[in-house]
């Protein structure tokens, strides 16, 4: 099928463009305002462990990983309790984009398994070529590193690059769907879902979550690396799982209606697609290139008190 078919969502007149620099510079401080107030420890020790140990039913930081069903599970487990980690939470700006690839002929199951295929199938490329690299490559990974430079652990190094170029990624897609530089996706939505997918599937190659890293270490202990693609590829769905449950909500709920809605009018859709891209771009990269380094005496970042 052609990724330029009839999912084509109509170039944005100039006339119908957003207020632009409104939104691109609201969408920079929500960025950088997130990136200041975030929790590291609420996110991922209040609510990732919690979700993760509940569903487990056991300590899942603690409790050796037994067999490849067992970890299998975890894999998934863990991605769910890590969907709204800062490793994560830029995924939420699938959402708009998904929104584009609409067909009004189709029914309703279509209308929303077409986007979220699209979006799996990149994510899941991704993954399973990481996890099926991961097990061969081993300890040779920065990720799986204890090492330290420069008093930065090589693994959030690791992180710091991945996620740095990742959020620069989703700020020029922000930019390009807000026309305000040139839009190769224009006429290509299911492009730019799929290599949204992909972007997520990368989140992985950053991801210092210890519930991941602990997965991780298990995928390189078993030796096989098809483990390792299954065990990467369910984390991914773990991760996705929320805001695909969301997004189908709200199409099957509304009947369709999100969708229309979304849709009836190109500047709606160009607005909220770019700013989420944005707003979650600019977080991403404070979060991990500004905010992480202060944290250990490199450079300075605010701090709230509950940050400290």
């Not at 944005?12 to 929500?30: E, F, Q």
């Not at 300590?59 to 894999?75: H, N, V």
């Not at 992180?159 to 224009?186: C, T």
Request: hydrophobic share 55%; charged share 15%.
């Amino acid at each position: 099928m052609s990724m330029t078919s009839d999912a084509v969502t109509p170039p944005v007149a100039p006339a119908d463009r957003p207020r632009r620099w409104p939104l691109l510079i609201g969408s920079v401080v929500a960025g950088l305002l997130l990136a200041v107030l975030w929790s590291y420890e609420l996110v991922d020790h209040v609510i990732g462990d919690t979700v993760a140990n509940t569903l487990l039913d056991r300590d899942a930081k603690a409790t050796a990983i037994g067999g490849t069903a067992a970890g299998l599970l975890f894999a998934f487990v863990s991605g769910l309790a890590g969907t709204f980690t800062a490793c994560n939470i830029a995924m939420v700006a699938s959402v708009g984009p998904m929104s584009q690839v609409e067909d009004g002929r189709r029914a309703r199951w279509g209308r929303l398994l077409r986007p979220v295929g699209w979006l799996t199938l990149g994510m899941v490329a991704v993954s399973a070529a990481y996890g099926f690299i991961g097990v061969l490559l081993g300890d040779r990974l920065p990720q799986l590193s204890t090492g330290v430079v420069a008093g930065l652990p090589v693994r959030l190094i690791q992180s710091m690059v991945v996620f740095g170029v990742i959020g620069l990624a989703f700020i020029l897609l922000g930019l390009a769907a807000g026309r305000y530089i040139p839009d190769p996706f224009a006429r290509r939505p299911v492009a730019r879902v799929v290599l949204l997918g992909a972007l997520v599937g990368g989140f992985l190659i950053g991801r210092p979550y210890p519930l991941f890293n602990k997965l991780f270490h298990w995928t390189v202990e078993t030796g096989n690396p098809w483990y390792g693609a299954g065990a990467f590829v369910l984390q991914s769905l773990g991760n996705v799982a929320i805001v695909t449950v969301l997004f189908a909500s709200l199409v099957i709920v509304t009947r369709g209606g999100f969708l229309r809605w979304l849709t009836s009018r190109p500047s709606r859709t160009a607005a909220i697609s770019s700013a989420l891209l944005i707003a979650l771009g600019v977080f991403t990269v404070v979060y991990w290139d500004v905010r992480l380094p202060a944290m250990f005496d490199h450079g300075w970042f605010p701090r709230m008190p509950y940050n400290r």
